[in-house]
Protein backbone atom coordinates (compact mmCIF):
# COMPACT_ATOMS: atom_id res chain seq x y z
CA UNK A 1 0.00 0.00 0.00
CA UNK A 2 0.99 3.74 -0.69
CA UNK A 3 0.85 5.68 2.48
CA UNK A 4 -2.52 7.98 2.89
CA UNK A 5 -1.84 11.37 2.28
CA UNK A 6 -4.23 13.96 2.40
CA UNK A 7 -4.73 16.08 -1.08
CA UNK A 8 -4.96 19.44 1.05
CA UNK A 9 -4.96 22.44 -0.77
CA UNK A 10 -2.83 23.94 2.39
CA UNK A 11 -0.15 21.34 0.87
CA UNK A 12 0.09 23.57 -2.18
CA UNK A 13 0.97 26.85 0.07
CA UNK A 14 3.85 24.98 2.18
CA UNK A 15 5.09 23.79 -0.98
CA UNK A 16 5.43 27.08 -2.35
CA UNK A 17 6.51 28.29 1.04
CA UNK A 18 9.42 25.54 1.59
CA UNK A 19 10.56 25.84 -2.15
CA UNK A 20 9.77 28.93 -3.88
CA UNK A 21 10.55 31.59 -0.89
CA UNK A 22 12.00 33.89 -3.27
CA UNK A 23 9.60 34.05 -6.19
CA UNK A 24 7.67 37.11 -6.61
CA UNK A 25 4.13 37.71 -6.61
CA UNK A 26 3.38 41.55 -8.27
CA UNK A 27 0.60 43.33 -7.88
CA UNK A 28 -0.80 46.83 -10.14
CA UNK A 29 -1.74 49.01 -7.40
CA UNK A 30 -2.74 52.60 -9.24
CA UNK A 31 0.17 53.86 -10.78
CA UNK A 32 2.55 51.87 -8.27
CA UNK A 33 3.50 48.32 -7.98
CA UNK A 34 3.18 46.17 -4.92
CA UNK A 35 6.04 43.13 -4.64
CA UNK A 36 6.64 40.20 -2.34
CA UNK A 37 7.68 37.22 -2.01
CA UNK A 38 5.94 33.56 -1.53
CA UNK A 39 7.92 33.84 1.93
CA UNK A 40 5.68 37.35 2.54
CA UNK A 41 2.39 35.65 0.94
CA UNK A 42 3.05 32.23 3.43
CA UNK A 43 3.68 34.54 6.43
CA UNK A 44 0.58 36.55 5.66
CA UNK A 45 -1.80 34.39 4.96
CA UNK A 46 -1.09 32.33 8.00
CA UNK A 47 -1.76 35.60 9.79
CA UNK A 48 -4.89 35.40 7.78
CA UNK A 49 -5.68 32.67 9.14
CA UNK A 50 -5.39 33.77 13.05
CA UNK A 51 -6.83 36.73 12.86
CA UNK A 52 -10.00 34.98 11.28
CA UNK A 53 -10.41 32.41 13.93
CA UNK A 54 -9.87 35.44 16.11
CA UNK A 55 -13.32 36.63 14.78
CA UNK A 56 -14.81 33.62 15.53
CA UNK A 57 -14.15 31.59 11.85
CA UNK A 58 -14.26 28.09 12.94
CA UNK A 59 -14.50 24.61 10.68
CA UNK A 60 -16.83 24.99 8.07
CA UNK A 61 -17.73 28.51 8.26
CA UNK A 62 -17.58 30.68 4.71
CA UNK A 63 -15.22 33.99 4.69
CA UNK A 64 -16.66 35.97 1.40
CA UNK A 65 -14.53 37.75 -0.33
CA UNK A 66 -15.58 40.64 -2.88
CA UNK A 67 -11.95 41.98 -4.69
CA UNK A 68 -10.26 42.30 -7.75
CA UNK A 69 -6.96 40.36 -8.45
CA UNK A 70 -4.51 41.46 -5.65
CA UNK A 71 -2.36 40.12 -3.37
CA UNK A 72 -4.62 40.36 -0.21
CA UNK A 73 -6.94 38.33 -2.95
CA UNK A 74 -4.89 35.53 -3.04
CA UNK A 75 -4.11 35.45 1.00
CA UNK A 76 -7.87 34.95 0.99
CA UNK A 77 -7.81 32.23 -1.45
CA UNK A 78 -5.41 30.39 0.81
CA UNK A 79 -6.09 31.33 4.42
CA UNK A 80 -9.36 30.37 5.49
CA UNK A 81 -8.53 27.05 3.91
CA UNK A 82 -5.61 26.85 6.68
CA UNK A 83 -8.51 26.82 9.68
CA UNK A 84 -10.50 24.53 7.77
CA UNK A 85 -12.89 27.35 6.40
CA UNK A 86 -14.12 28.21 3.28
CA UNK A 87 -13.35 31.14 0.66
CA UNK A 88 -16.44 32.42 -1.40
CA UNK A 89 -15.36 34.62 -3.95
CA UNK A 90 -18.46 36.66 -4.92
CA UNK A 91 -19.18 38.18 -8.46
CA UNK A 92 -18.87 41.96 -7.57
CA UNK A 93 -20.62 42.80 -11.14
CA UNK A 94 -23.77 40.86 -9.84
CA UNK A 95 -27.12 42.73 -9.71
CA UNK A 96 -27.33 43.56 -5.73
CA UNK A 97 -30.39 41.24 -5.42
CA UNK A 98 -28.05 38.47 -6.79
CA UNK A 99 -25.61 39.98 -4.12
CA UNK A 100 -27.92 39.86 -1.55
CA UNK A 101 -28.81 36.47 -2.38
CA UNK A 102 -25.35 34.51 -2.39
CA UNK A 103 -23.76 35.76 0.64
CA UNK A 104 -27.24 34.77 2.74
CA UNK A 105 -27.30 31.41 1.36
CA UNK A 106 -23.46 30.41 1.77
CA UNK A 107 -23.93 32.51 5.19
CA UNK A 108 -20.53 34.30 4.99
CA UNK A 109 -19.53 35.20 8.51
CA UNK A 110 -16.51 37.51 7.23
CA UNK A 111 -16.54 39.71 3.77
CA UNK A 112 -13.21 40.58 3.19
CA UNK A 113 -13.79 43.53 1.01
CA UNK A 114 -11.47 45.96 -1.28
CA UNK A 115 -11.75 50.10 -0.29
CA UNK A 116 -13.22 50.73 -3.81
CA UNK A 117 -15.88 48.01 -3.39
CA UNK A 118 -17.15 48.73 -0.35
CA UNK A 119 -19.96 51.43 -1.89
CA UNK A 120 -21.54 48.23 -3.22
CA UNK A 121 -21.60 46.39 0.15
CA UNK A 122 -22.67 48.91 1.76
CA UNK A 123 -25.84 49.69 -0.49
CA UNK A 124 -27.10 46.09 0.66
CA UNK A 125 -25.65 45.85 3.63
CA UNK A 126 -29.00 45.94 6.39
CA UNK A 127 -30.28 43.08 3.90
CA UNK A 128 -27.52 40.75 4.90
CA UNK A 129 -28.39 38.48 7.36
CA UNK A 130 -25.29 36.38 8.27
CA UNK A 131 -22.32 38.57 8.17
CA UNK A 132 -20.49 39.29 11.18
CA UNK A 133 -17.65 40.56 10.29
CA UNK A 134 -16.78 43.36 7.31
CA UNK A 135 -12.89 43.73 6.66
CA UNK A 136 -11.72 46.38 4.29
CA UNK A 137 -8.90 45.12 2.35
CA UNK A 138 -6.39 47.64 2.90
CA UNK A 139 -4.59 50.30 5.37
CA UNK A 140 -5.69 52.18 8.17
CA UNK A 141 -6.11 55.58 5.90
CA UNK A 142 -8.22 53.68 3.20
CA UNK A 143 -11.01 53.19 5.95
CA UNK A 144 -13.50 55.71 4.35
CA UNK A 145 -16.48 53.35 4.38
CA UNK A 146 -19.81 53.63 6.05
CA UNK A 147 -20.11 49.46 6.59
CA UNK A 148 -20.96 49.03 10.42
CA UNK A 149 -17.84 48.10 12.52
CA UNK A 150 -15.78 47.45 9.85
CA UNK A 151 -11.91 46.19 10.65
CA UNK A 152 -8.92 47.16 8.60
CA UNK A 153 -7.51 44.44 7.18
CA UNK A 154 -3.65 45.34 7.88
CA UNK A 155 -4.24 46.16 11.30
CA UNK A 156 -6.42 43.08 11.56
CA UNK A 157 -2.94 40.92 10.01
CA UNK A 158 -0.46 43.14 12.08
CA UNK A 159 -2.28 42.02 15.58
CA UNK A 160 -2.17 38.05 14.20
CA UNK A 161 -0.19 35.58 15.27
CA UNK A 162 2.47 34.74 12.47
CA UNK A 163 2.31 30.76 13.53
CA UNK A 164 1.25 28.55 10.96
CA UNK A 165 -1.04 26.22 12.49
CA UNK A 166 -3.06 24.67 9.60
CA UNK A 167 -6.42 22.41 10.98
CA UNK A 168 -6.39 18.97 10.66
CA UNK A 169 -9.07 18.13 8.09
CA UNK A 170 -10.15 16.01 5.60
CA UNK A 171 -9.20 15.97 1.74
CA UNK A 172 -13.02 15.66 1.20
CA UNK A 173 -13.78 18.63 3.14
CA UNK A 174 -15.10 22.00 1.58
CA UNK A 175 -12.22 24.94 0.88
CA UNK A 176 -13.84 26.69 -1.65
CA UNK A 177 -17.33 27.99 -2.49
CA UNK A 178 -18.42 30.06 -5.96
CA UNK A 179 -21.63 30.73 -7.82
CA UNK A 180 -22.57 30.51 -11.48
CA UNK A 181 -23.67 33.55 -12.72
CA UNK A 182 -26.32 31.55 -13.83
CA UNK A 183 -27.98 33.68 -16.63
CA UNK A 184 -31.11 32.59 -15.96
CA UNK A 185 -32.52 31.83 -12.66
CA UNK A 186 -30.91 32.62 -9.27
CA UNK A 187 -27.42 32.17 -8.92
CA UNK A 188 -26.09 28.38 -8.13
CA UNK A 189 -23.87 27.30 -5.78
CA UNK A 190 -20.40 25.41 -6.23
CA UNK A 191 -18.22 23.76 -3.08
CA UNK A 192 -14.79 22.60 -4.03
CA UNK A 193 -13.17 20.28 -1.90
CA UNK A 194 -9.41 20.80 -0.98
CA UNK A 195 -9.32 17.34 -2.40
CA UNK A 196 -10.53 18.84 -5.89
CA UNK A 197 -8.12 21.54 -6.07
CA UNK A 198 -5.28 19.81 -5.74
CA UNK A 199 -5.95 17.21 -8.36
CA UNK A 200 -7.16 20.07 -10.58
CA UNK A 201 -3.95 22.00 -9.93
CA UNK A 202 -1.93 19.12 -10.61
CA UNK A 203 -3.42 17.87 -14.10
CA UNK A 204 -4.10 22.19 -15.35
CA UNK A 205 0.09 22.70 -14.68
CA UNK A 206 0.38 20.10 -17.02
CA UNK A 207 2.10 20.95 -20.76
CA UNK A 208 -0.78 19.20 -22.38
CA UNK A 209 -3.07 20.75 -20.73
CA UNK A 210 -2.64 24.92 -19.28
CA UNK A 211 0.71 23.88 -19.08
CA UNK A 212 2.19 26.00 -16.04
CA UNK A 213 5.85 26.22 -15.63
CA UNK A 214 8.09 27.26 -12.59
CA UNK A 215 9.87 29.92 -14.37
CA UNK A 216 6.40 31.57 -15.82
CA UNK A 217 4.62 34.91 -14.93
CA UNK A 218 1.16 34.58 -15.05
CA UNK A 219 -1.44 37.12 -15.18
CA UNK A 220 -4.98 36.48 -15.27
CA UNK A 221 -7.26 38.72 -16.37
CA UNK A 222 -9.82 36.53 -16.02
CA UNK A 223 -11.36 37.64 -12.29
CA UNK A 224 -10.83 35.75 -9.08
CA UNK A 225 -14.34 35.97 -8.72
CA UNK A 226 -15.10 33.91 -11.83
CA UNK A 227 -14.47 30.27 -11.37
CA UNK A 228 -11.56 30.18 -9.21
CA UNK A 229 -9.64 32.44 -11.54
CA UNK A 230 -9.50 29.13 -13.51
CA UNK A 231 -7.36 27.56 -10.91
CA UNK A 232 -4.54 30.06 -11.26
CA UNK A 233 -3.99 31.26 -8.38
CA UNK A 234 -3.24 27.47 -7.06
CA UNK A 235 -1.99 26.20 -10.11
CA UNK A 236 0.77 28.82 -10.58
CA UNK A 237 1.81 28.67 -6.03
CA UNK A 238 2.25 24.87 -6.31
CA UNK A 239 4.74 25.57 -9.38
CA UNK A 240 6.07 28.19 -8.25
CA UNK A 241 5.24 30.38 -11.18
CA UNK A 242 5.67 34.54 -10.62
CA UNK A 243 1.71 35.55 -10.22
CA UNK A 244 1.34 39.30 -11.71
CA UNK A 245 -1.96 40.47 -10.75
CA UNK A 246 -3.50 43.14 -12.95
CA UNK A 247 -5.30 45.31 -9.64
CA UNK A 248 -8.29 47.28 -9.87
CA UNK A 249 -10.47 47.37 -13.49
CA UNK A 250 -7.60 45.69 -15.98
CA UNK A 251 -8.38 47.37 -19.01
CA UNK A 252 -6.28 46.76 -22.41
CA UNK A 253 -3.82 49.14 -22.01
CA UNK A 254 -3.12 48.10 -18.39
CA UNK A 255 -3.04 44.63 -19.71
CA UNK A 256 -1.06 45.67 -22.73
CA UNK A 257 1.76 47.53 -20.10
CA UNK A 258 1.80 45.02 -17.31
CA UNK A 259 2.36 42.26 -19.86
CA UNK A 260 5.07 44.45 -21.20
CA UNK A 261 6.27 45.83 -18.10
CA UNK A 262 6.44 42.50 -16.11
CA UNK A 263 7.26 40.00 -18.90
CA UNK A 264 4.07 38.32 -18.59
CA UNK A 265 4.31 35.11 -20.22
CA UNK A 266 1.49 33.27 -19.69
CA UNK A 267 -2.27 35.15 -19.82
CA UNK A 268 -5.70 34.04 -19.56
CA UNK A 269 -8.82 35.50 -20.16
CA UNK A 270 -12.66 35.28 -21.91
CA UNK A 271 -11.95 36.02 -25.67
CA UNK A 272 -13.97 39.76 -25.12
CA UNK A 273 -10.47 40.74 -23.34
CA UNK A 274 -8.64 39.67 -26.23
CA UNK A 275 -10.67 41.10 -29.18
CA UNK A 276 -10.45 44.00 -26.88
CA UNK A 277 -6.71 44.16 -26.52
CA UNK A 278 -6.45 43.54 -30.13
CA UNK A 279 -8.85 46.55 -31.31
CA UNK A 280 -7.04 48.52 -28.28
CA UNK A 281 -3.52 47.96 -30.06
CA UNK A 282 -5.26 48.39 -33.70
CA UNK A 283 -6.60 51.86 -33.50
CA UNK A 284 -4.12 53.64 -29.99
CA UNK A 285 -0.97 52.07 -33.03
CA UNK A 286 0.64 52.07 -29.98
CA UNK A 287 3.64 49.70 -30.12
CA UNK A 288 4.14 47.26 -27.38
CA UNK A 289 6.95 44.24 -26.75
CA UNK A 290 4.57 41.65 -25.79
CA UNK A 291 7.36 38.68 -27.22
CA UNK A 292 7.52 37.82 -23.49
CA UNK A 293 4.21 36.18 -24.04
CA UNK A 294 4.72 32.47 -24.84
CA UNK A 295 0.44 31.92 -24.70
CA UNK A 296 -2.60 33.40 -23.77
CA UNK A 297 -5.43 30.97 -22.61
CA UNK A 298 -8.85 31.43 -23.87
CA UNK A 299 -11.93 30.25 -22.74
CA UNK A 300 -15.82 31.01 -21.38
CA UNK A 301 -16.78 31.12 -24.57
CA UNK A 302 -16.04 29.72 -27.88
CA UNK A 303 -12.65 31.86 -29.30
CA UNK A 304 -13.27 33.11 -32.98
CA UNK A 305 -10.45 31.68 -35.70
CA UNK A 306 -10.42 35.28 -36.92
CA UNK A 307 -8.88 36.31 -33.25
CA UNK A 308 -7.05 33.51 -32.89
CA UNK A 309 -5.23 34.29 -36.11
CA UNK A 310 -4.69 37.69 -35.60
CA UNK A 311 -2.81 36.38 -32.70
CA UNK A 312 -0.67 34.08 -34.25
CA UNK A 313 0.01 36.60 -37.50
CA UNK A 314 0.40 39.85 -36.14
CA UNK A 315 1.34 39.69 -32.16
CA UNK A 316 2.85 36.04 -32.95
CA UNK A 317 1.52 34.93 -29.60
CA UNK A 318 -0.45 31.26 -29.71
CA UNK A 319 -3.80 31.77 -27.93
CA UNK A 320 -4.94 28.33 -26.39
CA UNK A 321 -8.06 27.30 -26.08
CA UNK A 322 -9.39 26.16 -23.02
CA UNK A 323 -13.02 25.11 -22.04
CA UNK A 324 -14.88 24.61 -18.68
CA UNK A 325 -17.02 25.64 -16.44
CA UNK A 326 -17.67 26.77 -12.76
CA UNK A 327 -19.40 23.43 -11.87
CA UNK A 328 -15.97 21.81 -12.99
CA UNK A 329 -13.42 23.78 -10.61
CA UNK A 330 -13.28 24.71 -14.04
CA UNK A 331 -11.18 23.24 -16.42
CA UNK A 332 -12.66 20.19 -18.56
CA UNK A 333 -10.45 20.15 -21.81
CA UNK A 334 -7.96 21.95 -23.93
CA UNK A 335 -6.92 22.55 -27.36
CA UNK A 336 -3.37 20.92 -28.29
CA UNK A 337 -2.63 19.37 -31.49
CA UNK A 338 -1.90 15.55 -30.80
CA UNK A 339 1.15 14.23 -32.71
CA UNK A 340 -0.84 12.10 -35.05
CA UNK A 341 -2.61 15.45 -36.60
CA UNK A 342 0.87 16.86 -37.50
CA UNK A 343 0.31 15.96 -41.20
CA UNK A 344 -2.54 18.16 -41.36
CA UNK A 345 -2.42 21.05 -44.09
CA UNK A 346 -1.56 24.66 -42.51
CA UNK A 347 -5.08 25.41 -42.90
CA UNK A 348 -6.54 22.39 -41.16
CA UNK A 349 -4.45 23.61 -38.39
CA UNK A 350 -5.90 26.81 -38.05
CA UNK A 351 -9.30 24.92 -38.15
CA UNK A 352 -8.42 22.75 -35.97
CA UNK A 353 -8.07 25.89 -32.73
CA UNK A 354 -12.15 26.26 -33.06
CA UNK A 355 -12.34 23.27 -31.26
CA UNK A 356 -12.56 22.88 -27.19
CA UNK A 357 -9.72 20.31 -27.28
CA UNK A 358 -9.76 16.96 -25.42
CA UNK A 359 -10.66 16.11 -22.25
CA UNK A 360 -8.41 16.20 -19.14
CA UNK A 361 -7.06 13.08 -18.06
CA UNK A 362 -9.23 11.73 -15.19
CA UNK A 363 -12.16 13.48 -16.92
CA UNK A 364 -14.97 11.17 -18.00
CA UNK A 365 -17.22 12.45 -20.93
CA UNK A 366 -20.75 11.21 -22.53
CA UNK A 367 -21.77 13.02 -25.77
CA UNK A 368 -25.47 11.92 -25.81
CA UNK A 369 -28.71 12.76 -27.37
CA UNK A 370 -32.27 13.84 -25.46
CA UNK A 371 -32.76 9.88 -24.50
CA UNK A 372 -29.58 10.07 -22.92
CA UNK A 373 -28.10 7.17 -25.36
CA UNK A 374 -24.62 7.78 -26.31
CA UNK A 375 -23.74 8.99 -29.92
CA UNK A 376 -20.86 8.31 -32.09
CA UNK A 377 -17.76 10.39 -31.68
CA UNK A 378 -17.67 11.52 -35.45
CA UNK A 379 -17.25 15.00 -35.99
CA UNK A 380 -21.75 15.08 -36.75
CA UNK A 381 -23.62 13.95 -34.41
CA UNK A 382 -24.83 16.55 -32.34
CA UNK A 383 -25.66 16.08 -28.45
CA UNK A 384 -25.35 16.91 -24.93
CA UNK A 385 -22.50 16.57 -22.90
CA UNK A 386 -21.87 14.78 -19.72
CA UNK A 387 -18.67 14.77 -17.75
CA UNK A 388 -17.95 13.39 -13.96
CA UNK A 389 -14.27 12.92 -12.69
CA UNK A 390 -12.59 13.84 -9.79
CA UNK A 391 -12.99 17.92 -9.75
CA UNK A 392 -16.40 17.80 -10.70
CA UNK A 393 -19.00 18.71 -8.55
CA UNK A 394 -21.73 16.93 -7.54
CA UNK A 395 -24.91 18.95 -6.40
CA UNK A 396 -25.47 23.07 -6.38
CA UNK A 397 -25.39 23.77 -1.73
CA UNK A 398 -28.75 24.10 -1.19
CA UNK A 399 -30.66 24.36 -4.36
CA UNK A 400 -33.68 22.04 -5.37
CA UNK A 401 -32.48 22.47 -8.84
CA UNK A 402 -29.48 19.82 -8.63
CA UNK A 403 -31.94 17.00 -9.39
CA UNK A 404 -32.28 18.50 -13.16
CA UNK A 405 -28.69 18.58 -13.47
CA UNK A 406 -26.68 16.10 -11.69
CA UNK A 407 -28.30 12.58 -12.41
CA UNK A 408 -27.03 9.07 -11.90
CA UNK A 409 -23.41 10.28 -11.08
CA UNK A 410 -22.96 12.45 -14.30
CA UNK A 411 -22.67 16.55 -14.95
CA UNK A 412 -25.45 17.47 -17.74
CA UNK A 413 -23.57 20.41 -18.75
CA UNK A 414 -26.47 21.39 -20.92
CA UNK A 415 -23.75 22.69 -23.57
CA UNK A 416 -24.61 21.13 -27.35
CA UNK A 417 -21.49 19.34 -28.80
CA UNK A 418 -20.00 16.78 -31.45
CA UNK A 419 -16.65 14.97 -30.96
CA UNK A 420 -14.61 13.71 -33.79
CA UNK A 421 -12.56 10.75 -34.05
CA UNK A 422 -9.73 11.90 -32.38
CA UNK A 423 -11.54 12.97 -29.43
CA UNK A 424 -11.86 16.69 -30.21
CA UNK A 425 -14.66 18.43 -28.59
CA UNK A 426 -16.35 21.22 -30.75
CA UNK A 427 -19.21 23.18 -28.89
CA UNK A 428 -22.02 23.80 -31.25
CA UNK A 429 -23.90 25.74 -28.23
CA UNK A 430 -25.68 26.25 -25.32
CA UNK A 431 -28.88 24.62 -25.69
CA UNK A 432 -30.48 27.87 -24.44
CA UNK A 433 -28.83 29.79 -26.90
CA UNK A 434 -29.40 27.70 -30.03
CA UNK A 435 -31.95 28.66 -32.41
CA UNK A 436 -34.66 26.82 -33.08
CA UNK A 437 -35.68 27.10 -36.93
CA UNK A 438 -38.86 24.69 -37.89
CA UNK A 439 -37.61 22.19 -35.82
CA UNK A 440 -33.79 22.13 -36.72
CA UNK A 441 -31.07 23.67 -34.45
CA UNK A 442 -28.51 26.51 -35.70
CA UNK A 443 -25.76 27.45 -34.14
CA UNK A 444 -24.97 30.87 -33.04
CA UNK A 445 -22.09 30.20 -32.37
CA UNK A 446 -21.11 29.26 -35.83
CA UNK A 447 -22.36 32.46 -37.34
CA UNK A 448 -21.16 34.46 -35.26
CA UNK A 449 -17.82 33.19 -35.83
CA UNK A 450 -18.07 33.34 -39.25
CA UNK A 451 -19.40 37.03 -38.97
CA UNK A 452 -16.22 38.33 -36.86
CA UNK A 453 -14.10 37.08 -39.41
CA UNK A 454 -15.35 39.79 -41.44
CA UNK A 455 -12.17 42.52 -41.33
CA UNK A 456 -14.56 45.36 -39.98
CA UNK A 457 -16.46 43.42 -37.53
CA UNK A 458 -15.30 43.92 -34.16
CA UNK A 459 -17.79 42.04 -32.28
CA UNK A 460 -21.03 40.03 -33.19
CA UNK A 461 -24.00 38.23 -31.25
CA UNK A 462 -26.37 35.84 -32.90
CA UNK A 463 -29.80 35.34 -31.34
CA UNK A 464 -33.12 33.82 -31.46
CA UNK A 465 -35.93 35.89 -31.76
CA UNK A 466 -39.36 34.58 -32.17
CA UNK A 467 -40.99 33.91 -35.48
CA UNK A 468 -44.63 33.05 -36.32
CA UNK A 469 -43.82 30.77 -38.92
CA UNK A 470 -40.70 29.48 -38.33
CA UNK A 471 -40.70 29.22 -33.99
CA UNK A 472 -37.54 31.05 -34.04
CA UNK A 473 -34.93 33.04 -36.35
CA UNK A 474 -31.71 33.70 -36.18
CA UNK A 475 -30.44 37.82 -35.51
CA UNK A 476 -27.26 38.87 -35.83
CA UNK A 477 -26.46 41.64 -33.48
CA UNK A 478 -22.77 43.42 -34.77
CA UNK A 479 -20.49 45.72 -33.59
CA UNK A 480 -18.46 47.73 -36.89
CA UNK A 481 -14.82 48.53 -36.01
CA UNK A 482 -14.69 52.32 -35.30
CA UNK A 483 -12.21 52.63 -37.90
CA UNK A 484 -14.21 50.53 -40.89
CA UNK A 485 -13.57 52.15 -44.13
CA UNK A 486 -17.33 52.04 -45.25
CA UNK A 487 -20.32 51.42 -42.94
CA UNK A 488 -21.48 47.72 -42.96
CA UNK A 489 -24.48 46.79 -44.20
CA UNK A 490 -26.63 43.73 -43.64
CA UNK A 491 -25.94 42.37 -47.25
CA UNK A 492 -22.26 42.79 -46.65
CA UNK A 493 -22.45 40.63 -43.42
CA UNK A 494 -24.52 38.57 -45.21
CA UNK A 495 -22.60 38.41 -48.56
CA UNK A 496 -19.48 37.48 -46.30
CA UNK A 497 -21.14 34.49 -44.48
CA UNK A 498 -23.29 33.38 -47.26
CA UNK A 499 -20.82 30.58 -49.15
CA UNK A 500 -20.28 28.72 -45.55
CA UNK A 501 -23.96 28.28 -44.74
CA UNK A 502 -27.08 26.80 -45.85
CA UNK A 503 -29.45 29.25 -46.68
CA UNK A 504 -32.04 28.81 -44.04
CA UNK A 505 -29.55 29.06 -41.47
CA UNK A 506 -28.48 32.93 -42.86
CA UNK A 507 -29.95 35.29 -40.19
CA UNK A 508 -33.34 37.36 -41.05
CA UNK A 509 -31.53 40.56 -40.21
CA UNK A 510 -28.39 41.94 -38.98
CA UNK A 511 -28.88 45.00 -36.65
CA UNK A 512 -25.85 47.13 -36.05
CA UNK A 513 -25.55 48.84 -32.23
CA UNK A 514 -22.55 50.40 -30.57
CA UNK A 515 -21.96 47.51 -28.16
CA UNK A 516 -22.75 44.03 -27.42
CA UNK A 517 -24.21 43.92 -24.04
CA UNK A 518 -21.52 41.51 -21.40
CA UNK A 519 -22.42 39.45 -18.18
CA UNK A 520 -20.73 39.94 -15.45
CA UNK A 521 -17.88 37.53 -16.30
CA UNK A 522 -17.55 38.97 -19.87
CA UNK A 523 -19.08 36.69 -22.08
CA UNK A 524 -21.75 38.35 -24.62
CA UNK A 525 -25.27 38.53 -22.93
CA UNK A 526 -27.44 37.51 -25.22
CA UNK A 527 -30.46 37.20 -22.13
CA UNK A 528 -30.26 40.94 -23.14
CA UNK A 529 -30.57 40.90 -26.24
CA UNK A 530 -33.10 38.40 -26.45
CA UNK A 531 -35.24 41.43 -23.96
CA UNK A 532 -34.04 43.61 -26.66
CA UNK A 533 -34.84 42.20 -29.71
CA UNK A 534 -37.97 40.00 -28.40
CA UNK A 535 -40.17 42.13 -30.91
CA UNK A 536 -37.87 42.27 -33.63
CA UNK A 537 -39.73 41.73 -37.14
P1 LIG B 1 -21.59 31.36 -16.76
O1 LIG B 1 -22.67 30.30 -16.82
O2 LIG B 1 -21.91 32.46 -15.87
O3 LIG B 1 -21.13 31.82 -18.11
P2 LIG B 1 -19.33 29.56 -16.49
O4 LIG B 1 -18.07 30.23 -16.86
O5 LIG B 1 -19.29 28.54 -15.44
O6 LIG B 1 -20.34 30.67 -16.05
O7 LIG B 1 -19.97 28.96 -17.81
C1 LIG B 1 -19.57 27.74 -18.32
C2 LIG B 1 -20.10 27.59 -19.70
O8 LIG B 1 -19.42 28.48 -20.59
C3 LIG B 1 -19.91 26.23 -20.32
O9 LIG B 1 -20.88 25.30 -19.91
C4 LIG B 1 -20.01 26.56 -21.81
O10 LIG B 1 -21.36 26.72 -22.20
C5 LIG B 1 -19.33 27.91 -21.88
N1 LIG B 1 -17.92 27.76 -22.26
C6 LIG B 1 -16.84 27.72 -21.45
N2 LIG B 1 -15.71 27.62 -22.17
C7 LIG B 1 -16.06 27.59 -23.48
C8 LIG B 1 -15.36 27.49 -24.71
N3 LIG B 1 -14.04 27.42 -24.76
N4 LIG B 1 -16.07 27.47 -25.85
C9 LIG B 1 -17.43 27.53 -25.83
N5 LIG B 1 -18.15 27.65 -24.71
C10 LIG B 1 -17.48 27.67 -23.54
Known amino acids: MTMHYELLATRILEHAATHFPNKEIVTRVGEDTHRYTYTDMFTRTSRLGNALRELGVGRGDRVGTFAWNNYRHLEAYFAPATIGAVTHTINIRLAPDDMVFIINHAGDKVLLIDPDLAPLIEAIADRLTSVQHFVILGEPDEMTTALPNAACYETLLAAASSEYSPADVDEYSTMGLCYTSATTGLPKGVAY ?14 S ?29 T ?32 VPTIWIGVLDYLQRSGVEYDLSSLRQVVSGGSAVPLSVWQAYRDRLGVEIVHAYGMTEATPLISVNRRRSWLDH ?49 ADEYIDDERSAETFIDGWYHSGDIATIDANGYIQIVDRVRDMVR ?15 MAHPDVLEAAVIAVPH ?39 PDDVVFIDEIPKTSVGKF ?13
Open 208 to 236: DMIGVLERDRIMAIVPMFHANCWGFPYTA
Open 344 to 392: LSDQERVELNASQGVVAPGIDMKLVDENGDALAWDGEQRGELWFRGPWL
Open 468 to 506: PRWQERPLACVVSRSEAADPLTKDTILDFIRPDFARWWL
Open 437 to 451: SGGEWISSVDLESAI
Open 525 to 537: DKKVLRERFETHA
Open 193 to 206: SHRAVYIHSLTSAA
Open 238 to 269: MFGASQIFPGVRPDPRVICEMIEREKVTVSAG
